[in-house]
């Protein structure tokens, strides 16, 4: 059985997203992935998120694929991202430029 996505559910990866950005503050740069032990594995995470995506578009050119799994993927990554900035500033991990 194939698994569906909604709209919904990017709608509330999205909620998410503004949610936790909201606590954060805003990003003037670049930031090297990495602090926290948690933090770390959330931005690992996001590599692996991002390669997924990128190969499913990949797969986009050459069979039918819906748009909205890409879209899910993007935003899923987005959340992994914005999840290990938070994490970081919760353990007072600061971020470092690149």
Sequence with gaps: EKASLSEDQVTRLEQWIDEFEAALPPLRQFILPGGS???AALHHARTVCRRAERQIVA???QEPVSPLIITYMNRLSDLLFVTARLENLRKDRPEIPW
Excluded: E
């Design 59 to 61: 797969l986009s050119q």
């Design 37 to 39: 032990k948690g933090g």
